[in-house]
């Protein structure tokens, strides 16, 4: 087990809980002391005090921990230094009781992802204390090293994975997280394949997925095709308008684009992919000209930063490599070589996002080789005299032309499409 001591920073109010939880545990310690057995001493404190459960029954453990290290000894609660210096004149009697104080213990609870009573955004250097349903109380810590801060977030992780618990103690001052470091490093997948990649085209109402793998001759096959349908979240059908623009819209959005990433972390140990593909995009706030549900939808919902840094967060938790690229006409290179009937629009974009992180900082290798002789006839006519595809992308638009295997045309050929009510979303996988 490791502790880390984080020093807070914005000095939240829980005096009163010490007080409380620090009765509690001398209480607890007596009556232990006394010969009682640990139902009976918490049946008492719950007589007496009136406290959390489980802060009550993390009182009684602290209890019980002095008792077996002290026995029937004699215990000074603030320790003897302290004691000492208040007989000599050297702290004052509000002091001595101040530094009496225990720091509030919340012992860790696996299945309630990590602890039942915080809430964990050690990214952010914050816990949220919650001892009862309307009393939410926000610690913040200064920001740690890069190594421990790693490390945080891996912790952080396993704990909404409901496979790690982590024991919060904390004063006005210092917070101290408790918790089993060797979990931390025994996450890594195995049997990774250095020529399987999975690639990942994102957009605000649908998340393209496609595994390829490449052979000696750097052709590749794709293994897996799947799209993520997050249009029931994203754009209003069947309610009002206003009632989307609700705040559990807005977390139930968070929540499900947190819940895809960890779908595709296990896509990622299922096809044994080596690396994860994503777009290296840096978006800014702009009027897209075509609306305000456009604006909207791109500039306010979509949760892109969140599911980036969940996605990062897994590859380092399970050490695989997460590479971003340039995703420079990737939707047009897309549905040309790759698109048709079982590939739509968003999953032949993944595919060319995979296929350039296979070989990312090898000159020739960001285009893939332009052969007009690839299209169809019609388009063959059209874009006469067109040699890249750079060429290619200003010739569409110029024509407005579509170009694009949309799904909604071919959403049909799924060959299995699960939609998840309670979620609100759903998954497509094309053969």
Not at 307 to 335: C, D, Q, R, T, W
Not at 357 to 384: C, H, I, M
Request: net charge positive; glycine share 6%; with cysteine.
């Amino acid at each position: 087990m490791k502790t880390v001591k984080l020093q807070i920073t914005n000095s939240p109010d829980v005096l009163d809980d010490m007080r409380v939880f620090s009765s509690v545990v001398r209480m607890a310690f007596n009556r232990y002391q006394d010969g009682l057995s640990e139902k009976e001493v918490y049946a008492t404190v719950n007589k007496y005090f009136c406290f959390n459960s489980w802060l009550l029954q993390s009182a009684v453990n602290e209890g019980n921990s002095l008792y077996k290290v002290n026995g029937r000894g004699n215990v000074i609660f603030g320790g003897r230094g302290n004691l000492i210096k208040y007989l000599k004149g050297l702290v004052t009697k509000e002091q001595l009781r101040y530094l009496r104080l225990m720091p509030v213990c919340s012992v860790g609870a696996k299945d309630f992802r990590g602890n039942r009573l915080i809430d964990f955004d050690l990214t952010n250097n914050s816990v949220i204390y919650k001892p009862s349903r309307d009393t939410h109380t926000e610690i913040q810590f200064c920001p740690v090293k890069k190594k421990l801060a790693q490390e945080l977030a891996k912790v952080q992780e396993l704990a909404e994975q409901k496979k790690m618990p982590v024991t919060v103690k904390f004063t006005d001052r210092h917070l101290f997280l408790t918790y089993d470091e060797s979990l931390i490093y025994n996450e890594a997948y195995k049997g990774l394949k250095h020529n399987r990649i999975l690639g990942i085209d994102m957009n605000p109402n649908y998340i393209g997925v496609s595994v390829i793998e490449f052979g000696k001759d750097d052709d590749f096959k794709v293994l897996h095709k799947e799209v993520f349908d997050l249009t029931a979240l994203t754009i209003p059908s069947g309610e009002s308008s206003q009632h989307k623009k609700s705040k559990y819209f807005t977390n139930k959005l968070k929540h499900e684009t947190i819940a895809i990433a960890h779908r595709i972390n296990k896509l990622v140990d299922y096809w044994k992919c080596s690396k994860l593909a994503i777009e290296d995009l840096s978006i800014k706030p702009t009027d897209k000209q075509k609306g305000k549900c456009l604006n909207r939808l791109c500039n306010n919902k979509w949760e892109r930063q969140l599911f980036v840094s969940k996605l990062k967060m897994l590859a380092g938790i399970h050490k695989y490599e997460l590479v971003e690229v340039n995703p420079a006409y990737s939707s047009i290179v897309g549905n040309f070589a790759y698109g048709n009937e079982n590939t739509p629009d968003m999953v032949a974009a993944s595919i060319e996002i995979a296929r350039r992180a296979y070989k990312k900082f090898e000159k020739g290798w960001f285009y893939p080789k332009f052969n007009v002789e690839r299209l169809d006839e019609q388009w063959k006519q059209t874009l006469s005299g067109v040699k890249t595809w750079k060429n290619l992308f200003l010739k569409v638009k110029e024509s407005k032309l579509k170009y694009r295997f949309l799904l909604s045309d071919y959403i049909g050929n799924a060959v299995l499409s699960i939609r998840y009510k309670q979620k609100m979303w759903s998954a497509l996988t094309f053969s």
